[in-house]
């Protein structure tokens, strides 16, 4: 694990602009049919149930790698989504498919997570799409520095001490999962039930 955060904060407050009905434009790498994915979230689950309510574990359909934002549905105009798409298309045809490692866990103040390796073809993918952004809207949300390629398992529902988390990931013996990354999605995306759920907007293939 990495440096350990102080306490555990509840993920669930209200980012700005969210509220209940609202829909959100990005790009995500999803894990449908990814069963070694699936099977290391399930053993992290099995092992975080005990913790009961302070943790919301995330079920293998909505497992997701977090890449770009791009705006609200209502603020931004879907021709301008239908366009980043098609130059999306265009600049992802050029980075391979690729095979990642994802795990260990890695605990942050939010969530439990699993870092993904090797991370530089994520990094290309997002370059890629932020590229297609900039060339349909002139300008890309969110920042290109900062970001680091991961799943998370459970997010963290309340505060409270770092310590029980700690020992139950420390004390895991689990093999790490191999994923085939082959395509990015676009997905509109709500957090409404205390979840992150999505449906497909265009799925982009990968060169």
């Not at 407050?13 to 979230?41: M, N």
């Not at 149930?49 to 919301?56: E, Q, R």
């Not at 939010?110 to 900039?134: K, Y």
């Not at 990015?184 to 759920?197: F, P, S, T």
Request: cysteine-free; glycine content about 8%.
């Amino acid at each position: 694990m990495s440096t350990q955060p102080e306490a555990m904060q509840n993920h669930w407050w209200w980012r700005p602009g969210w509220s209940v009905g609202r829909r959100f434009y990005t790009w995500h790498l999803t894990f449908e049919g990814q069963h070694d994915v699936h099977r290391l979230a399930a053993e992290y689950r099995s092992a975080l149930a005990p913790l009961g309510d302070a943790f919301t574990p995330i079920p293998d359909r909505w497992l997701h790698l977090t890449m770009q934002g791009i705006g609200f549905v209502g603020e931004t105009k879907e021709q301008d989504v239908h366009a980043i798409v098609d130059a999306a298309q265009a600049r992802l045809a050029s980075v391979p498919a690729f095979d990642a490692q994802i795990g260990p866990a890695v605990l942050d103040p939010e969530a439990v997570l699993l870092h993904v390796h090797p991370d530089g073809p994520v990094h290309a993918i997002r370059g890629g799409i932020r590229e297609s952004i900039g060339d349909v809207l002139g300008e890309v949300p969110e920042k290109a520095e900062g970001f680091t390629p991961h799943v998370s398992v459970a997010y963290s529902a309340a505060g409270g001490p770092v310590e029980p988390i700690a020992q139950i990931l420390t004390s895991l013996d689990v093999a790490p999962a191999q994923a085939r990354i082959s395509s990015a999605e676009l997905i509109v995306i709500h957090r409404d039930n205390q979840m992150y759920e999505w449906e497909t907007f265009a799925k982009v293939a990968l060169g």
